[in-house]
């Protein structure tokens, strides 16, 4: 799915109006319905809504909001502006309408403070959408502060309100923190990063039709790997195949302690479908690799520490989990970067090794795939202020080494060399464990063999990755999930996807 910029979705609203063609109040009022049927086939446990409406379009969703709800035989309790009853065109239409119902009672923002906020009550915060212009002040900034230390669920329309969609807020700015975030066509950049992300709660896109006609005509660099994204990625197995077929993947690392970290990575290889796989290794991992993986075959790389990599043809690498710094390590690396031109994927310690030299980083051949987490990518590219900007640099990045960069965080971006970023919206904080980051390596690693491209490879593998962890986390709970529940989670996940993707009888 296309994330769109606010002024684009502006475009594809009036592209909408004009040429479906339906009314913008009609449009609203489709918006609306949206919301209306998503709250009431999910709220079973409220019997009020308290919807706090701005004076803008979102404030008119509000309005029809609640009106929808009333009808349905909700108690419904609409705060506003009274000091300024200046609103936009279409919410001036449905204020209209909820005035004319005399069973909703209007108050003003002030009363807020002597209002019973009980626990059947739901707090819908409708005060600013997407055309926020500066940070909630006055009234608004103490309506959003007391909203936002009551107890109650809490559900935005569109964004939660304070929020800007396409940029990051000042540190101190005044957002609406809600549980639902009840946004329309597309996800918002915001929703993507750390800084404001943590203020949506679940985001749920609902679909408003606006043209998909405009949608396909109008170009952005930003998407989200939705299930739309990886139906076109995924290839099912031929019949025909052997193992030749499926490529042959080398996972490089461990050391004295850390072969833990490699043997996480040889495994998530060999679930992931790699035809052969390969682990190089210190010898002092030979023992518990062979037993825990035998399926995987053993290369010497050294005695404690790797301090040789040997070269093999049509293969991929994946190295670093568990790989050290020491300088034999390093350079056992950088003789085989030296020669070697095919594109690899580099985690953890390679990184590491990389950043110590400039001179280094130019040794990473074209269209290979890196993993770093923020820590490493700092190390690597230096310190940004939030976010957004590390983003910004991770993508002059990408284009100057023309590579690929999968920026590991809560929603990680797969940056590719011509500017694109892909959001990954599977995953959870289950994943923000020791040798999670190994997993993605080998699973790369082995899709890369497997002959999808570089960013198919990036792209399914971070969308993999989360959806295993999505099944864990089911199973046995965020806190308790280890990385090889994931690993072991990977074959429910091929499952579904080969489901969706076979022909059902
Ligand atoms: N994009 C779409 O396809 C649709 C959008 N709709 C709604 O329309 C919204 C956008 O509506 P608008 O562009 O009218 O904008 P908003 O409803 O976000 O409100 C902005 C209004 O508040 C004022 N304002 C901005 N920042 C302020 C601040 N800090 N303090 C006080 N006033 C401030 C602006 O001058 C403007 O009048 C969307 O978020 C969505 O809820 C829906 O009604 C229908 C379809
Ligand atoms: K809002």
Not at 137 to 144: Q, Y
Not at 281 to 294: D, F, K, S, V
Not at 416 to 444: C, E, H, Q
Request: charged residues 25%.
């Amino acid at each position: 799915m296309k994330v769109f910029t606010v002024e684009n979705i502006r475009l594809a609203d009036q592209y909408t109006i004009k040429n479906e063609p339906v009314s913008s109040v009609q449009l609203m009022e489709r918006a609306a319905l949206n919301c209306a049927e998503w709250i009431y086939s999910n709220c079973k446990n409220h019997t009020k809504f308290a919807v706090f409406c701005g004076n803008g379009n979102n404030g008119g969703d509000g309005f029809a909001i609640a009106r929808m709800l009333y009808l349905k035989g909700f108690d419904i309790d609409v705060f506003i502006n009274k000091d300024h009853l200046k609103f936009s065109d279409d919410a001036l239409v449905n204020y209209k309408k909820l005035k004319d119902i005399s069973g909703i009672s209007l108050k003003d923002f002030h009363e807020i403070e002597r209002y019973n906020f009980d626990e059947k009550t739901i707090i819908i915060d409708a005060l600013f959408g997407t055309g926020l212009s500066r940070n909630p002040e006055g009234i608004f900034k103490k309506v959003i502060e007391i909203l936002n230390s009551k107890v109650n669920p809490k559900i935005s329309i569109d964004i939660p309100s304070g929020m800007f969609a396409d940029q990051i807020n000042n540190e101190n700015a005044t957002i609406f923190k809600a549980d639902y975030t009840l946004t329309f066509q597309f996800w918002k950049r915001a929703f993507l990063h750390p800084e404001t992300g943590s203020f949506t709660g679940k985001v749920v896109v609902l679909d408003i039709n606006l043209s998909q006609e405009f949608i396909e005509n109008t170009s952005s660099n930003d998407f989200v790997i939705d299930d739309e994204v990886i139906k076109n990625i995924f290839k099912i197995r031929q019949d025909f195949a052997h193992k030749g077929t499926y490529g042959k993947s080398i996972i490089v690392g461990g050391s004295y302690g850390k072969i833990g970290a490699i043997m996480l990575a040889t495994k998530s290889a060999l679930k992931a479908g790699s035809g052969l796989t390969f682990v190089l290794a210190p010898n002092c991992g030979y023992e518990i690799l062979q037993t825990n993986a035998p399926e995987a075959m053993f290369m010497n790389g050294g005695e404690k520490n790797i301090n040789q990599i040997e070269e093999q043809e049509n293969t991929v690498y994946g190295i670093g989990p568990g790989l050290g710094t020491e300088k034999e390590t390093e350079k056992a690396l950088v003789k085989f970067l030296e020669n070697h031109q095919s594109p690899l994927i580099l985690d953890a310690d390679a990184l590491n090794i990389i950043s110590k030299d400039n001179n280094y980083m130019k040794l990473i051949p074209k269209k290979s795939i890196i993993t770093p987490h923020p820590k490493e990518f700092e190390r690597l590219f230096g310190k940004t202020e939030n976010s957004f900007d590390r983003l910004d640099l991770a993508k002059t990045k990408a284009k100057d080494l023309g590579i690929y960069i999968v920026l590991k965080d809560h929603h990680t971006q797969v940056i590719t060399p011509s500017g694109n970023v892909f959001y990954n919206i599977t995953g959870n904080s289950g994943l923000a464990k020791g040798g999670s980051g190994d997993i993605l390596t080998g699973i790369i690693t082995s899709l890369l063999a497997q002959k999808y491209s570089e960013e198919e490879a990036a792209v399914l593998g971070v969308w993999l990755h989360g959806k295993a962890a999505d099944f864990a986390a089911e199973k046995y709970s965020k806190e308790a999930m280890q990385p090889t529940d994931v690993i072991n989670e990977l074959g429910n996940v091929f499952l579904d996807l080969n489901k969706k993707a076979t022909t059902q009888l």
